[in-house]
């Protein structure tokens, strides 16, 4: 038995739909039915009523319910207890970043923010986009700093998590230069000639954003999909050797396009060919903490300097 498979049936006695606690678990509908089945079979019993509308538990899955709680709250508590003892004597601040954001923006971003804020311990902890995510609804981070883009937004209930805007980001399609600066690979490429194309995984967020881009593009593009990796630091390195165009956000390509290793692949005729997305750092509302976990040991509130960053970026956002 898994502890997600209680916060999932802690959710959905909460929510009594499937869909919405997906949709605040930040999974898919399948997968948490698959999970809430799970527990039902470790239970040995039918915890949820699925022939009524709104979702209603068994008696057996009433029972569960009120141990489940307990549960998590005794292992909240302990986890809170030793993270304080970890932390005690260090107020440190704990990131959770999509690896293409710890190795692009985090570096530049932070050494802005020493320069005005003042000096910061921080601990960065870099994940894929839903881990990231996952970190911060479960509370083992102080703040998320993710893409935002309105075609694909996290799902976070805004009663209990708030978000200030730090920038915005640019992908765009980049290639290495030939010897008279041009690029090897230009789209958008011909149907007898597909240019070899370096992709983002299935699934990663930065090539959903591609999959828009081209999407909307004006001209057919025509790609041979040669590699594939889910970190854009991955694609960048393939592309500097030259082994094919890479759709790119600017700040890991920034010293690259001053040194001349790379060059826009994008024709100046073709100016859609890229997006703008947010950058924004995001976090649970103490208010809400403080009303969900009563009792709450005092080393578990919010550390002061989590709390003196948050109100200085509320105030400069991205303009530092």
Known sequence: METKWLEDFVSLAETRSFSRSAQLRHITQPAFSRRIQSLETWAGSDLVDRSSYPTRLTPAGETL?????????ALQTT????????????????????HTLAFTFFPAWVSALRA?????KSRL???????????LVEGSCDLLI?????????QLDTDRYEMVSLGEEVV??????????????????????PLPYLGYAQGAYLGQMVELILKHCSAPIHFDRVYETDMAEGLKAMALEGHGVAFLPMSAVRKDLRAHKLVSAAPPELKDLSITMEVRAYRERPTHRETLKPGTPAHDTPKHNAQALWDYLLAHGGTF
Do not use: C, W
């Open 65 to 73: 319910h009120g141990q489940a709680m307990e549960v998590l709250q």
């Open 79 to 98: 986890r809170a207890m030793l993270r304080g003892h970890a932390t005690a004597a260090q107020d440190v601040i704990e990131f959770a970043v999509p």
């Open 116 to 120: 005005t804020f003042g000096p910061i």
């Open 125 to 135: 902890i870099a994940l894929n986009v839903h881990d990231a995510v996952m970190r």
């Open 146 to 154: 993710a893409y935002h883009h309105p075609s694909l937004p996290y």
């Open 172 to 193: 765009a399609p980049y290639s290495k230069p030939d010897e008279h600066g041009n690029p090897l690979f230009e789209l958008p490429g011909k149907a007898g000639r």
